[in-house]
């Protein structure tokens, strides 16, 4: 090999080793360039975190994030205000009592059998009673607010319903005396006093205690989440 070949293929080594160096510079960069792109994209959300935390903390913050982010930090402490919030809960339904009962329903005479001219019926029911608190009735004179402090007067629990369940409920045997039609309005009768064994073991169980306890604790929470420190809740 001449001396020409030799110095072409020494040149040609040259480029390619410059072609790497280059090729792995660009690579560096575009690394460098990516992470930068990462970091400063974590930061802004650092940042805005920051700056949405000091919004809701008060102190002098609240007020230069209130500026940058133009959020309202102030929210309305009056009376009738938080009676307006707590009144759009409307009936509050906060607890639900199952029960399966038998029931008996009957017609009968005084003086003459039931072979012959009673009407008797079982009825096995299942129903629901349904409790919790009427917000809506709730006034300004049960609500005090001081400063971030709040304490509210709750009206009485009470049943909104009791109902049957009519695909659990079925008349398990009937029995009507041999000179007598079947009453036709037995069966709607027995269901009436079906629901109110229902509601009256549901009062009995505590269904009212229950029901107001959970109220509170509704309330309770709404009243915090509106920025109250001290709330009570009677």
Do not use: C, W
């Not at 690579?27 to 974590?42: E, H, N, Q, Y």
């Not at 402490?77 to 009936?91: D, G, T, Y």
């Not at 959970?214 to 009570?232: E, I, K, P, Y």
């Amino acid at each position: 090999m001449d001396e020409r070949e030799i110095n072409k293929e020494v040149r040609h080594e040259e480029r390619l080793r410059t072609r790497e160096e280059e090729a792995r510079a660009n690579r560096s960069f575009l690394g460098v360039k990516l992470f930068s792109v990462v970091l400063i994209f974590v930061f802004g959300i650092a940042v805005t975190f920051l700056f949405l935390r000091a919004a809701t903390g008060g102190g002098p913050l609240a007020k230069i994030a209130a500026l940058v982010l133009g959020r309202n930090v102030s929210f309305d402490s009056s009376a009738p205000a938080v009676v307006e919030r707590i009144q759009k809960l409307n009936k509050l339904e906060t607890v639900t009592y199952s029960v399966d009962t038998v029931v008996e329903g009957r017609r009968d005479n005084a003086v003459l059998p039931d072979l012959l001219f009673g009407d008797r019926l079982l009825l096995v029911a299942h129903g629901q009673t349904i409790a919790g608190v009427d917000l809506s009735k709730l006034s300004a004179d049960g609500v005090h607010v001081s400063g971030k402090a709040v304490t509210v007067d709750l009206p009485a629990s009470e049943i909104f319903l009791t109902k049957l369940d009519s695909s659990k409920t079925r008349v398990y045997a009937r029995t009507t005396g041999m000179l007598v039609p079947q009453d036709t309005n037995l069966e709607s009768e027995t269901r009436k006093l079906a629901e109110d064994q229902i509601q009256k073991a549901a009062i009995s169980d505590g269904i009212l205690d229950t029901a107001r306890t959970n109220a509170r604790a509704n309330v309770q929470s709404l009243l915090s989440g509106l920025g109250f420190d001290s709330v009570t809740v009677r």
